[in-house]
């Protein structure tokens, strides 16, 4: 072990007993870590700081990089009260990007036809297994993709039906109910992982080929060529990005219960606890994802009005 990992396991601890979780900052620094010893850095600098967050052909807005910039920008601070030769990035050296962009809304067409070519483009087996599983479990649940590769195989019941989130976005646990076809969708899965890796190296549900948890970083460039593969976004001015499958069941959620003429006031809080929202206000942000939901508001609207006078 470097003396630099060494540093990286002592900040992680002091910041933990701080009250601090990490997930973000104990996943990705580890890879900074190792490519500064790659590139023979025994110190942090900025031109090495930025070359790793930068260091492959992220999306258009994507966040990536200003979190691994946010990261070791933290990490720098804490070494450089022990070594004085530390660069500590400015903030603000890579944004975060912050503005709304419209979502991609999936139709049930989409989905079948990016886990159709995860089953026919990808040649391993488990992986195609793994990835058309995956992306039928976001689709038909609205998870978080960090949520969903978090998932371990206890957390996934199949007798009850349910699945268990843990350390969500706001740091509370909640139970996700499921679809009698998303459960046997998941027990094949469990079934073809079994047989394909019958001693993972991870507890984690879904793993890759080396049996070990399957990463973001590894996900988007595949659903990338899936995307394109399928002809996914092709027709359209919006990219297709992952966490557009939340979107798109909100949405497809809200149509359904406005189509069915029920009370979408009243159950806003269900779906806001569903999804794992801190808030109710937070899914309110969804009414603008679809012209047809903003239609059925405006309408709600109108009656409401209307009664008024």
Not at 110 to 127: N, Y
Not at 229 to 253: K, N, Y
Not at 287 to 302: F, G, I, Q, V
Request: a positive charge; glycine letters at 6%; hydrophobic letters at 40%.
């Amino acid at each position: 072990m470097s003396a630099l990992a060494r540093q990286l396991d002592d900040y992680l601890r002091l910041r933990r007993m701080l009250g601090h979780k990490l997930d973000d900052a104990a996943r990705q620094l580890p890879w900074f870590v190792e490519h500064l010893d790659a590139t023979g850095n025994d110190y942090v600098t900025v031109t090495a700081a930025v070359a790793w967050a930068l260091d492959r052909d992220w999306p258009a807005g994507s966040t990536v990089p200003g979190h691994r910039m946010t990261a070791v920008r933290g990490f720098a601070r804490y070494l450089a009260g022990i070594d004085s030769r530390t660069e500590v990035p400015p903030p603000g050296l890579i944004r975060i990007p912050r503005s709304w962009r419209a979502p991609f809304i999936y139709t049930d067409d989409d989905v079948l036809a990016l886990m159709d070519a995860a089953r026919r483009s990808i040649r391993e087996p488990l992986r195609a297994a793994t990835y058309e599983t995956l992306l039928g479990l976001l689709a038909a649940t609205g998870l978080r993709i960090g949520e969903t590769l978090r998932l371990d195989r206890a957390d996934v019941d199949v007798a009850d039906a349910v699945i268990v989130v843990r350390r969500s976005k706001f740091g509370k646990s909640r139970q996700v109910p499921l679809k009698p076809s998303t459960i046997e969708a998941l027990e094949r899965y469990q079934q073809r992982r079994r047989q394909l890796s019958p001693h993972p190296k991870a507890d984690s549900f879904f793993v890759s080929l080396h049996g070990t948890r399957v990463i973001y970083e590894c996900v988007w460039p595949v659903f990338r060529q899936l995307c394109d593969r399928a002809g996914i976004g092709a027709a359209s001015s919006i990219t297709p990005r992952i966490h557009d499958f939340r979107h798109s069941f909100a949405v497809r959620t809200l149509l359904d219960w406005y189509r069915a003429g029920v009370d979408v006031q009243g159950r806003l809080a269900w779906l806001s606890t569903y999804l794992g929202h801190g808030e109710p206000r937070y899914t309110y942000s969804y009414l603008s994802a679809a012209p047809e939901l903003l239609a059925y508001a405006a309408r709600l609207l109108d009656d409401a009005q209307a009664v008024w006078r």
